[in-house]
């Protein structure tokens, strides 16, 4: 696993206080003193990309070490059944380490993109559950992809290390994926969720709504949350009973071209493509495969100007490299 680390040195410096003259009113001074930055500050990042899909198995993510007085154990994320043949997704717990659930009762919070972690986060739980099938999907990580779960770490009674880990979960319940995390070096030191480096600015993926009105509006190239190639093509609709087409969504093969409307409230639509096919091996043998998906999209404005298409899709394909996708996915315009 590679981990990136990147420090900033921060250094305190004294402050001229001009004096004060026998007409200035007498006021009261705050005497407070503000605890200078750390001397040593950075966000330790760790790339993990496993995806659990096997019942009932664990995964133990191991952290990296942030503190060396400290003995951290692992996050270990299961998958499988439980009491009453219940599929969910739980996490056990470190003694060190407790969760964010600002739910209060047991399912742990789905952070998003630039949302913050740190010592005004309430609700921090020893261990809890991503998804659980008894309350028919409950949770807010059920259907979600690259969302945030935010953790932290006890230096000591008072004191806290923050940390994210990226999770996507299906909402069939055959797949985890632990993507990436971070930790951030300075005790009780906000994070935002996604940060990689101290000081970079954290550009959330969504912007301000905006109306589709026509295919020029949208019509383009775009790339994805993860990857930086601009492969997902947006275009007018070669067949008159559609207003727009759409291909190579990265979560969908083969690359279908799905066709779509645009609606009265100015939102994309995928009508429901059901597809089947077969892909046989090189000896000959047949692997069928067969599948569906829709969705929605909403387009957004970002500060910088750059335009974010967030869909909602529901997709499945089962037989010969079987596929499913639930849940948003944004996409950024390249041009």
Same mark, same amino acid.
């Given at each position: 696993m590679l981990?990136?680390?990147?420090?900033?040195?921060?250094?305190?410096?004294?402050?001229?206080? %001009?004096?004060?003259?026998?007409?200035?009113?007498?006021? *009261?001074?705050?005497?407070?003193? $503000?605890?200078?930055?750390?001397l040593f500050d950075s966000i330790i990042y760790q790339e993990v990309n496993v995806v659990l899909q096997t019942d009932n198995t664990e995964f133990a993510l191991e952290l990296p070490t942030v503190d060396s007085t400290l003995t951290i154990g692992p996050i270990i994320f299961r998958k499988g059944l439980l009491g009453g043949g219940n599929w969910q997704f739980l996490i056990k717990n470190s003694p060190k380490i407790t969760f964010l659930d600002l739910s209060t009762f047991g399912y742990l919070t789905a952070l998003r993109k630039c949302d913050e972690v740190n010592t005004s986060s309430l609700y921090w739980k020893t261990s809890g559950q991503l998804i659980n099938t008894v309350n028919s999907g409950g &949770?807010?990580?059920f259907g979600q992809v690259n969302r945030y779960l935010a953790f932290r770490?006890?230096?000591?009674?008072?004191?806290?290390?923050? &940390?994210?880990?990226?999770?996507?979960?299906s909402t069939d319940f055959t797949q985890l994926t632990i993507s990436d995390l971070a930790i951030r070096m300075a005790p009780d030191s906000t994070l935002h969720a996604?940060?990689?480096?101290?000081g970079a600015p954290?550009?959330?993926?969504?912007?301000?709504?905006?109306?589709? *009105?026509?295919?020029?509006?949208?019509?383009?190239?775009?790339?994805? *949350?993860?990857?930086?190639?601009? %492969?997902?093509?947006? &275009?007018?609709?070669?067949?008159?009973?559609?207003?727009?087409?759409?291909?190579?969504?990265?979560?969908?093969?083969?690359?279908?071209?799905?066709?779509?409307?645009? $609606?009265?409230? &100015?939102?994309?639509?995928?009508?429901?493509?059901?597809?089947?096919?077969?892909?046989?091996?090189?000896?000959?043998?047949? !692997?069928?495969? %067969?599948?569906?998906?829709?969705?929605?999209? $909403?387009?957004?404005? !970002?500060?910088?100007?750059?335009?974010?298409?967030?869909?909602?899709? %529901?997709?499945?394909?089962?037989?010969f490299m079987p596929q499913s996708y639930f849940g948003d996915f944004w996409s950024e315009k390249c041009d």
């Open positions: 981990i990136l680390l990147s420090s900033l040195i921060y250094f305190s410096c004294s402050k001229e206080v %001009s004096p004060v003259t026998p007409e200035d009113p007498i006021v *009261e001074n705050d005497t407070t003193e $503000t605890p200078p930055p750390p &949770g807010d990580f770490i006890a230096k000591n009674t008072e004191q806290y290390y923050y &940390g994210w880990v990226r999770l996507s979960c996604g940060q990689k480096v101290i954290c550009n959330p993926p969504l912007g301000i709504q905006i109306p589709i *009105e026509q295919i020029s509006d949208i019509a383009g190239y775009y790339h994805d *949350e993860i990857d930086s190639i601009c %492969s997902i093509s947006i &275009g007018k609709s070669t067949n008159t009973a559609y207003d727009f087409s759409a291909q190579y969504f990265p979560f969908l093969w083969p690359y279908y071209k799905l066709y779509g409307h645009i $609606t009265a409230d &100015g939102k994309l639509q995928l009508p429901e493509f059901t597809f089947s096919g077969n892909i046989p091996s090189p000896g000959g043998t047949p !692997r069928p495969f %067969s599948g569906y998906i829709s969705g929605t999209a $909403t387009l957004y404005l !970002r500060e910088n100007g750059k335009k974010v298409l967030l869909w909602n899709i %529901s997709m499945k394909k089962t037989g």
